[in-house]
């Protein structure tokens, strides 16, 4: 996923993007850099690595909760925001779910790495 998200979005809207509207693609590069950080972190058994995965799955959640859920509104209404929209849209609800369930997962690890020092 560290990957994806930066490609798919640039792939989905080009380089170009950069010039126009630079923070619609920023969002995607920097929560890719986050879990690769997080992903070389827990390959290294960093003791910081699980709250790291937090951090990104969670900075995921929060992006694509808004870009899922107002591009779903739009086309319920009729507005459409691209010629793909619908393909779109079940790219993002896929990573929504995958960050809130990989979300989950990473609270889960971390919470249990604190019990187990205590």
Request: net charge positive; aromatic share 12%; hydrophobic share 55%.
């Amino acid at each position: 996923m560290g990957i994806s998200l930066p490609l798919l979005e640039t792939f989905r809207r080009g380089f170009s993007h950069w010039l126009v509207n630079a923070t619609t693609m920023a969002d995607d590069y920097v929560a890719g850099a986050l879990l690769l950080i997080a992903a070389w972190s827990s390959s290294a058994r960093r003791p910081y690595a699980p709250v790291l995965l937090v951090l990104g799955w969670a900075y995921i959640a929060g992006v694509m909760f808004g870009s899922f859920w107002g591009q779903l509104e739009s086309t319920l209404r009729g507005v459409i925001w691209e010629q793909s929209n619908i393909t779109v849209l079940v790219f993002k609800g896929a990573i929504w779910t995958i960050s809130v369930a990989s979300l989950a997962l990473a609270l889960l690890r971390c919470l249990k790495r604190a019990d187990d020092t205590s």
